[in-house]
């Protein structure tokens, strides 16, 4: 397995009077190239489950293990790990610095130690993946660029260090829906042609509801739900209990068989939603 959490807990200022306890017992496997989504409120334990996938933070109890070994055990353990999970915090665009976006997206292969070749050859790569040219934007300073395009520059600086996993927190925190639009179009792409193994930190069940293949919800440091889309998304009564709202098409069919009506409960698009809607008119008109 890629990423392994094992029993995992961690508490914020053990001892003192501010003691927090932000991940209780979270076991989780990520294999190679899949997508899966980590779900919850603010003040879940999103942010900091992700912290611990790259090293940030270290258990209080429990080990994250990659390639089935323990990292704290790895003599280049964390480094390793730092290198091959990629993580793109919350309004990544706040931790552009440099004056070049050629120099921001160098930044971290260039500390690798790596050839200047090799630098400009990875740098040119990230930045066509995330749809800029390099020769349109890399001696452009990342300022002058849109909310998107300054978030795709923060998203090439990670994919130029060539992670194994990339992680985004809240990618879309922020945009307009053209922004937001782009930047999934992205990680999609990345996942899809790149066979980037992807990690997705959201609140909102419409993000991940036709991307993620499994979902893990967190409630209070705790894992309350964790499966297939389908399968967290019949239970509605929990998800509204934790103040997550189902999928606008997943609602619509889940009133529909509250209504008596034949249909799947399993739907998150509205493609899928019109055709088990027309396939009910179809059996009724029928009957």
């Known amino acids: ?15 003192t009077p501010f003691e927090v306890k932000a991940l209780q017992d979270i076991n989780l496997a990520i294999a190679k190239g899949e997508y899966l989504a ?6 879940s334990g999103k942010s900091t489950l992700v912290q611990h996938l790259n090293g940030l933070l270290t258990p209080t109890t429990g080990r994250i293990l990659m390639d089935d070994k323990d990292i704290r055990k790895e003599k280049t353990g964390l480094g390793t790990l730092r290198r091959r999970v990629g993580l ?12 070049t976006i050629f120099a ?3 930044f971290g292969p260039k500390n690798l130690g790596l050839a200047e070749d090799e630098v400009r050859h990875r740098v040119d790569k990230a930045l066509r993946i995330v749809g800029l040219s390099p020769e349109a934007v890399q001696d452009r300073s990342p300022f002058s ?29 922020g945009l307009d829906p053209r922004g937001k639009t782009e930047i999934f179009d992205q990680i999609d792409r990345l996942h ?7 990690v997705l930190v959201s609140h909102s069940m419409e993000d991940v509801s036709s991307r ?12 309350r739900l964790y499966g297939t889309p389908a399968e967290v998304f019949t239970d509605a009564e929990s998800l509204e209990e934790m103040g997550l709202a189902l999928p606008q098409m997943a609602l619509l069919m889940h009133r529909l068989r ?10 998150f698009s509205v493609a899928g939603a019109r055709d088990a809607i027309l396939r009910m008119l179809e059996v009724q008109g029928h009957e």
């Open 1 to 15: 397995m890629l990423l392994t959490v094992e029993n995992v807990s961690y508490t914020y200022m053990p001892g």
């Open 38 to 43: 980590i779900i919850g409120q603010t003040g």
């Open 88 to 99: 793109l915090f919350q309004f990544p665009e706040q931790q552009l610095f440099e004056e």
């Open 104 to 106: 921001d997206v160098a």
């Open 145 to 173: 660029l849109s909310g998107g395009q300054m978030r795709r520059v923060a998203m090439a600086g990670v994919l130029a260090m060539q992670p194994d996993v990339l992680i985004l927190d809240e990618p879309a925190a």
């Open 192 to 198: 899809q042609e790149e066979g980037l193994t992807v």
């Open 212 to 223: 993620a293949k499994r979902l893990l919800v967190l409630a209070n440091g705790g894992t």
């Open 258 to 267: 509250q209504a008596g009506k034949d249909v799947p409960t399993d739907i």
